[in-house]
């Protein structure tokens, strides 16, 4: 299946940006965007460790970008990183798991609130369906209530609590476990014929 192709967003500001799946000849933006995230909140991986390499991140990228169960989109602006979204199916060989998929989302500060987060959830959304990931589900930090509201208004719903799952100085930080299923039992036969769906899926 085909990558996203780039495309113009306008912000909010009126700065036109680019959305795109990134490529390894991204990867130079990355370790910089990682860092600055990282400081701004605690709410990221980054918060609590170093930014990859450029060189890590390219290998990564480029691994990535041929397989149809990875997807790495990255706004930019002026040869700065505005954001990014990792989706991945974590079982993609796994009849009973292939239709999972995650997502990992990050903004950087400044450019909070122009529909950034908004424009990378939407194409994720739809790589996702096309990629047959008919639930999605993330992890939020206990705490983060713009995220938390955020993923709401898009239909994510809390499912659970991971406690004291990360470390954040001397604190052991809760994690929520945010979940959105989307397939209709019309779909869910198409992806496992032989059964009937479970009363999970949603009409
Ligand atoms: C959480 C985060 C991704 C949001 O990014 P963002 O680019 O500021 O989000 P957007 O501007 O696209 O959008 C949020 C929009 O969704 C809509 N929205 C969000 N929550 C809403 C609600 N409860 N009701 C109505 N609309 C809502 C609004 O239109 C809102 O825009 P507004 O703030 O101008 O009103 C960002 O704060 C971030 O990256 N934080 C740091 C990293 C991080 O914590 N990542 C998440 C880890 S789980």
């Known amino acids: 299946m085909g990558k996203i192709q780039a495309q113009l967003i306008k912000l909010k500001s009126g700065l036109p940006a680019?959305?795109?799946?990134?490529e390894s000849k991204d990867a130079e933006f990355f370790p910089r965007f990682a860092?600055?995230?990282?400081?701004?909140?605690?709410?990221?991986?980054?918060?609590?460790?170093?930014?990859?390499?450029?060189?890590?991140?390219?290998?990564e990228w480029d691994q990535d970008y041929s397989r149809s169960d990875r997807l790495h989109l990255g706004v930019f602006?002026?040869?700065?990183?505005?954001?990014?979204?990792?989706?991945?199916?974590?079982?993609?060989?796994?009849?009973?798991?292939?239709?999972?998929?995650?997502?990992g989302i990050?903004?950087?500060?400044?450019?909070?609130?122009?529909?950034?987060?908004?424009?990378?959830m939407k194409e994720m959304e739809s790589y996702a369906k096309t990629a047959g990931a008919l639930r999605i589900e993330a992890k939020?930090?206990?705490?983060?209530?713009?995220?938390?509201?955020?993923?709401k208004f898009l239909g994510y719903e809390i499912e659970g609590?991971?406690?004291?799952?990360v470390r954040v100085g001397a604190d052991?930080?809760?994690e929520y476990y945010i979940g959105k299923v989307r397939a209709s039992r019309h779909e869910l036969r198409i992806l496992n014929p032989k059964k009937s769906p479970p009363r999970l899926f949603r009409d």
């Not at 680019?18 to 990134?22: D, L, R, V």
């Not at 860092?35 to 390219?58: I, W």
């Not at 040869?79 to 997502?103: N, S």
């Not at 609590?161 to 799952?165: D, E, F, N, Q, T």
């Open 172 to 174: 052991f930080v809760n």
């Open 106 to 120: 990050m903004v950087l500060r400044e450019f909070w609130g122009q529909g950034i987060a908004l424009q990378l």
């Open 77 to 103: 602006l002026d040869g700065q990183m505005l954001a990014c979204l990792k989706f991945k199916q974590p079982y993609p060989e796994h009849e009973g798991y292939r239709h999972v998929g995650e997502f």
């Open 18 to 22: 680019t959305i795109k799946a990134c």
């Open 35 to 59: 860092e600055l995230v990282g400081k701004e909140t605690p709410f990221t991986r980054f918060s609590t460790m170093d930014a990859p390499t450029a060189e890590q991140t390219a290998v």
């Open 161 to 165: 609590v991971r406690r004291g799952a």
């Open 140 to 151: 939020v930090r206990d705490g983060h209530e713009k995220a938390i509201s955020f993923f």
